[in-house]
């Protein structure tokens, strides 16, 4: 069964810094584009960041760049999200989310999302 | 404000047909990418449903289709079920962005 679990969120201060990871199993991990997607309370989507199969290539949304980065362990199965100077609006449920064989963004399975509380 | 455009809510009674749009521009939809559309139910991860414009992935019913003409896109739902009722999302690549976008989400009630 092809599953993303989630773990690392929880709750930091304006400014701290936090690492979400993803464990992927039931799939080539490596052959895989992964995102991270990220849903603020009571609202839409954001796709934040994205990252080849090999990691060689690395794309991030404005509201995230210079602040967060994106990697992968394919030794591991697992993806990154280091998050550094977080901001009250970086609050949110983080999803990771596997990209379909061919494309970069059409997500065709997505983690149950982790939280994260930015917030003195 | 996003960079694609949905309406907030779409309803219709149980075995209706109702469509959900999706506008864009000629950095996104307009200069070729596809759209992708998912559902949200409460409380869970999105899940796709329609990909590359029309395409269903294996477990989406045939209910569900999708198009895409231009700087828009259209996700049809035929015989509308009371399960139905859900959040949708469209999303795509956008070239000024370098990056994925998605629509603001359309919440469907089903009457």
């Known amino acids: 069964e092809v599953q993303l679990v989630e773990s690392g969120g929880g709750l930091v201060q304006p400014g701290g810094s936090l690492r979400l990871s993803c464990a992927a199993s039931g799939f080539t991990f490596s052959n895989y584009a992964m995102s991270w997607v990220r849903q603020a309370p009571g609202k839409g989507l954001e796709w934040v960041s994205a990252?080849?199969?090999?990691?060689?290539?690395?794309y991030y949304a404005d509201s995230v760049k210079g602040r967060f980065t994106i990697s992968r362990d394919n030794s591991k199965n697992t993806l990154y999200l280091q998050m550094h100077s977080l901001r009250a609006e970086d609050t949110a449920v983080y999803y990771c989310?596997?990209?379909?064989?061919?494309?970069?963004?059409?997500?065709?399975?997505w983690g149950q999302g982790t939280m994260v509380t930015v917030s003195s | 404000q996003s960079v694609l455009t949905q309406p907030p809510s779409v309803s219709g009674a149980p075995g209706q047909r109702v469509t959900i749009s999706c506008t864009g521009s000629s950095s996104n939809m307009g200069a070729g990418y596809d759209v992708h559309w998912y559902q949200q139910l409460p409380g869970t991860a999105p899940k796709l449903l329609i990909y590359s414009n029309n395409n269903r992935p294996s477990g989406a019913p045939d209910r569900f289709s999708g198009s895409k003409s231009g700087t828009s896109a259209s996700l049809a739902i035929t015989g509308l079920q009371a399960e139905d009722e859900a959040d949708y999302y469209c999303?795509?690549?956008?070239?000024?962005?370098?990056?994925?976008?998605f629509g603001g989400g359309t919440k469907l009630t089903v009457l």
């Open positions: 990252i080849s199969g090999s990691g060689g290539n690395t």
């Open positions: 989310a596997k990209a379909r064989m061919g494309t970069t963004f059409a997500f065709e399975i």
């Open positions: 999303q795509s690549y956008d070239s000024s962005l370098s990056g994925s976008v």
